[in-house]
């Protein structure tokens, strides 16, 4: 069992409040996936700029990092330590450098997410917890994806908690359990696509990357996925500037969504959407199987 | 009329005041608010009562039910009226997957559309259902009547025994041992009866219905992997 929702806003007098709405969320599915929780939030677009989320078991790694990397390669950056993870503003050009000169600086710092609006936060612990440790209620958006696991798959780490970013402003949340990611895993790294854990998730977001490297759009990644992808789930997925919905033939795994004027909401729950302005009249739905849902700013 | 407010006093204390209510209660009409969505709501209810939740629901809504009305007025979630002996459930919108699982008894009115395995393993529970039903509806049914207004998903009644199935719009797929049967006069009478009880609006002679071709009650080997 694990809990998702999400969050596309249409109406922007709701970006300011992305992160509330999206935490109060969350915590309403704690007791679907109480060992871990993520959330990934789209923000706002600064022309030419592009954004890390970093993440070290042991945050004193990222004091002075900021000055080694413009020590290394001359672009100046800023960095922004949240717990055990870190936000760093750069020049959008400069994104392959500085990944590459952080990889040379520091072994032990993942990359959580890239791209010119995503971030993302996970931790193991309760969602209220993860949310409280990243400020998560603060934070402003245009779309964002949040994700409570109970571990099937994999260990019940850091790394192994949702979402998964396999490319630029891209992540995935998954409920349910892949039963091919192993030779699916083998199939991406002979082209040339490599994942960084033994999650099954993971491999779903670097396959969907992968397609869409090779010119699909997320629609047409996703329905892809419907053939490629084996095993149980439903699936929510950002981009920059959209938001994705997929479940399996079976559709065992729940989901719920909502549409009013203002937001395009989902959750595996429909508890998880009853705080949501105007949810009384919005038009509530469960997902058909096999049936891909998006939508784009 | 008794009016409980399920998130002030809890879902615990709903579920026990409703099962502590006897076949000679004089409280017979509930009313329950701010049911948001909550677990459980009215499961095990074993009283000539009626209970009305004012909005959606989630898992499980009214399990177990014996003798009592229970009429939602929103969604339910997963599993509504799993496993019914007896009395009425009526939702007034659509109902998730598994609505009226192994129900033994009672009728079960979904005015809006049931997702999939809508009805699995049915053992004598009416479902009556307005819109729609998704994949693998019926599966495994024993007994009892699945009537559907609109149309129904792939794989209907897969391995069916003994129930029967009325559809008035299209099927999209049989499963295994299913097929089209004759609409007799007593067909037509009992799914009359059936729209009735559920106030349902609808012709029954624009229903076709389905049921056991019973050729995988014994073994055959051309069934086998």
């Given at each position: 069992?694990?809990?998702?929702?999400g969050l596309f806003l249409k109406d922007k007098a709701l970006e300011p409040k992305l992160g509330a709405m999206l935490t109060d969320m969350l915590i309403t599915m704690s007791d679907r996936g109480p060992d871990s929780a993520g959330i990934a939030v789209y923000?706002?677009?600064?022309?030419?700029?592009?954004?890390?989320?970093?993440?070290?078991?042991?945050?004193?790694?990222?004091?002075?990092?900021?000055?080694?990397?413009?020590?290394?390669?001359?672009?100046?950056?800023?960095?922004?330590?949240?717990?055990?993870?870190?936000?760093?503003?750069?020049?959008?050009?400069?994104?392959?450098?500085?990944?590459?000169?952080?990889?040379?600086?520091?072994?032990?710092?993942?990359?959580?997410?890239?791209?010119?609006?995503?971030?993302?936060?996970?931790?193991?612990?309760?969602?209220?917890?993860?949310?409280?440790?990243?400020?998560?209620?603060?934070?402003?958006?245009?779309?964002?994806?949040?994700?409570?696991?109970?571990?099937?798959?994999?260990?019940?780490?850091?790394?192994?908690?949702?979402?998964?970013?396999?490319?630029?402003?891209?992540?995935?949340?998954?409920?349910?359990?892949?039963?091919?990611?192993?030779?699916?895993?083998?199939?991406?790294?002979?082209?040339?696509?490599?994942?960084?854990?033994?999650?099954?998730?993971?491999?779903?977001?670097?396959?969907?990357?992968?397609?869409?490297?090779?010119?699909?759009?997320?629609?047409?990644?996703?329905?892809?996925?419907?053939?490629?992808?084996?095993?149980?789930?439903?699936?929510?997925?950002?981009?920059?500037?959209?938001?994705?919905?997929?479940?399996?033939?079976?559709?065992?795994?729940?989901?719920?969504?909502?549409?009013?004027?203002?937001?395009?909401?989902?959750?595996?729950?429909?508890?998880?959407?009853?705080?949501?302005?105007?949810?009384?009249?919005?038009?509530?739905?469960?997902?058909?199987?096999?049936?891909?849902?998006?939508?784009?700013? | 009329?008794?009016?409980?407010?399920?998130?002030?006093?809890?879902?615990?204390?709903?579920?026990?005041?409703?099962?502590?209510?006897?076949?000679?209660?004089?409280?017979?009409?509930?009313?329950?608010?701010?049911?948001?969505?909550?677990?459980?709501?009215?499961?095990?209810?074993?009283?000539?009562?009626?209970?009305?939740?004012?909005?959606?629901?989630?898992?499980?809504?009214?399990?177990?039910?014996?003798?009592?009305?229970?009429?939602?007025?929103?969604?339910?979630?997963?599993?509504?009226?799993?496993?019914?002996?007896?009395?009425?459930?009526?939702?007034?919108?659509?109902?998730?997957?598994?609505?009226?699982?192994?129900?033994?008894?009672?009728?079960?009115?979904?005015?809006?559309?049931?997702?999939?395995?809508?009805?699995?393993?049915?053992?004598?529970?009416?479902?009556?259902?307005?819109?729609?039903?998704?994949?693998?509806?019926?599966?495994?049914?024993?007994?009892?009547?699945?009537?559907?207004?609109?149309?129904?998903?792939?794989?209907?009644?897969?391995?069916?025994?003994?129930?029967?199935?009325?559809?008035?719009?299209?099927?999209?797929?049989?499963?295994?041992?299913?097929?089209?049967?004759?609409?007799?006069?007593?067909?037509?009478?009992?799914?009359?009866?059936?729209?009735?009880?559920?106030?349902?609006?609808?012709?029954?002679?624009?229903?076709?219905?389905?049921?056991?071709?019973?050729?995988?009650?014994?073994?055959?080997?051309?069934?086998?992997?």
């Open positions: 069992m694990c809990g998702i929702v923000g706002t677009d600064n022309e030419g700029r592009a954004k890390l989320t970093l993440q070290a078991a042991d945050p004193s790694v990222f004091s002075g990092l900021a000055g080694e990397i413009e020590d290394e390669t001359g672009v100046p950056v800023t960095l922004r330590l949240i717990d055990t993870h870190a936000v760093v503003d750069l020049p959008e050009e400069k994104m392959a450098e500085v990944r590459k000169t952080i990889r040379s600086l520091r072994s032990d710092i993942r990359v959580m997410s890239a791209g010119e609006m995503i971030e993302i936060y996970k931790e193991v612990g309760l969602p209220g917890d993860v949310a409280k440790r990243f400020d998560i209620p603060e934070l402003t958006g245009t779309h964002g994806i949040g994700h409570t696991r109970m571990a099937t798959e994999s260990a019940v780490t850091t790394l192994g908690a949702h979402p998964f970013s396999t490319g630029a402003d891209q992540c995935l949340v998954h409920n349910g359990s892949l039963s091919n990611h192993n030779s699916l895993r083998r199939k991406l790294a002979r082209e040339g696509v490599s994942v960084e854990t033994e999650n099954d998730t993971e491999v779903a977001a670097a396959y969907l990357t992968w397609k869409m490297q090779e010119g699909a759009t997320l629609g047409e990644a996703l329905e892809a996925g419907i053939d490629d992808l084996d095993g149980f789930y439903t699936f929510v997925v950002g981009t920059k500037d959209g938001f994705g919905v997929v479940r399996d033939p079976i559709a065992c795994k729940p989901a719920v969504m909502a549409e009013t004027d203002q937001y395009v909401a989902f959750g595996s729950e429909y508890r998880a959407l009853v705080n949501l302005p105007g949810i009384e009249d919005a038009k509530v739905w469960e997902p058909e199987p096999a049936t891909v849902y998006f939508w784009n700013h | 009329m008794q009016t409980f407010d399920l998130e002030a006093n809890g879902l615990r204390a709903l579920n026990e005041t409703l099962q502590a209510q006897t076949n000679t209660t004089n409280e017979t009409a509930w009313d329950v608010v701010n049911p948001r969505g909550s677990h459980a709501i009215a499961v095990g209810l074993d009283a000539p009562i009626e209970v009305t939740v004012n909005g959606s629901t989630g898992y499980y809504c009214a399990g177990m039910n014996q003798q009592a009305t229970v009429h939602v007025k929103g969604n339910v979630g997963p599993g509504v009226a799993e496993n019914m002996m007896s009395g009425k459930v009526v939702v007034e919108g659509d109902a998730s997957q598994y609505a009226g699982a192994t129900g033994h008894g009672g009728l079960l009115v979904i005015k809006g559309n049931a997702s999939s395995r809508c009805g699995i393993s049915m053992k004598g529970i009416d479902i009556v259902v307005g819109g729609n039903v998704g994949h693998m509806s019926a599966f495994m049914a024993q007994a009892g009547h699945l009537v559907v207004c609109g149309d129904a998903g792939d794989a209907l009644g897969d391995s069916i025994y003994e129930a029967k199935l009325f559809v008035r719009g299209s099927v999209k797929s049989l499963g295994a041992d299913c097929v089209e049967k004759e609409m007799r006069p007593e067909h037509i009478a009992k799914l009359t009866e059936l729209l009735s009880e559920a106030g349902i609006d609808a012709d029954p002679a624009e229903f076709k219905r389905y049921g056991s071709a019973r050729q995988l009650y014994s073994f055959n080997i051309d069934n086998a992997y």
